[in-house]
């Protein structure tokens, strides 16, 4: 039903892997020394995650999960990119890390990965490329140990209506059955670079991320907004104060830019 969809957009992926790991964003330079690819969003969300088990979904070439490594956690990221996996695993092997990735579709996870986990992990761009939410949350779930705890950072869908070009309106902000789609020339962590394409994706409200999970079963523990980004990854963004980027700012209003949701599945 949608793998013409995953397919078209998984080829945009693996042509992103060369330029990301090249790119200023993702200062690979400043990651191999020993720098954090956490944001000031989630870093400290999780609290000690030492000997934790911890499954990334959708973890492009894995710095966020190398992170989690290097802070002490069993970690296994998850990817449909042959490429951004490939880079990971090597990564990994370059930094001397314990850490699995495996190459699969995030509804595929329950047919690779029979196995649960203390933490479940997603973060920023992620559930856009999903089209069913109840399916992902089923997932989350049923990667997760009883007690466990799931923890998601994500581009707030009321950010996701305009065009950031024209600062119209221009996508809904409930999902529709058919996604969006553009063509694309550049990627958020370089705008000019030569990849080009057809991209899908798909916004989701508040309410239809957060309640697939309370149908499985998952408490909230902390919700929050933010009204920035830590990334500059959109046209016509403005450093509001290091670290912290704003769009929109000719709105004279705040508006939100980040939502972030810890939760935890019952024992």
């Known amino acids: 039903m949608w793998n013409e969809f995953f397919d078209q957009n998984k080829d945009l992926w693996n042509n992103k892997v060369d330029v990301h790991v090249k790119s200023k964003f993702y200062d690979m330079e400043g990651f191999l020394s020993g720098k954090s690819s956490l944001t000031e969003i989630e870093a400290d969300a999780l609290g000690d995650v030492s000997g934790k088990s911890l499954l990334h979904l959708q973890c492009h070439f894995g710095q966020d999960t190398l992170t989690w490594a290097r802070r002490g956690a069993i970690v296994t990221g998850v990817d449909f990119s042959e490429k951004a996996i490939d880079l990971a695993s090597s990564l990994a092997g370059q930094l001397k890390l314990d850490a699995r990735f495996i190459l699969a579709n995030v ?8 196995e649960k986990f203390d933490i479940v992990f997603t973060t920023f761009g992620a559930i856009p490329w999903l089209p069913d939410l109840e399916k992902w949350a089923s997932v989350v779930s049923r990667s997760l140990k009883p007690g466990g705890t799931f923890y998601l950072a994500e581009f707030h869908p009321t950010l996701y209506i305009f065009n950031f070009d024209n600062y119209k309106v221009e996508y809904g ?19 000019d670079s030569e990849v080009k394409g057809k991209e899908y994706f798909w916004n989701h409200s508040i309410s239809e991320v957060v309640m697939p999970l309370l149908k499985e079963g998952l408490q909230v523990l902390d919700f929050q907004e933010y009204d920035f980004s830590p990334y500059q990854c959109f046209p016509n963004m403005e450093e509001r104060e290091p670290g912290r980027f704003v769009w929109g700012g000719n709105f004279g209003v705040r508006l939100p830019h980040v939502f972030s949701l810890k939760m935890a599945k019952q024992v």
């Open 107 to 114: 509804y595929d996870v329950p047919e690779v990965l029979d």
């Open 173 to 191: 902000y409930f999902t529709e059955k058919n996604p969006y789609s553009e063509e694309i020339t550049g990627t958020y962590a370089d705008h």
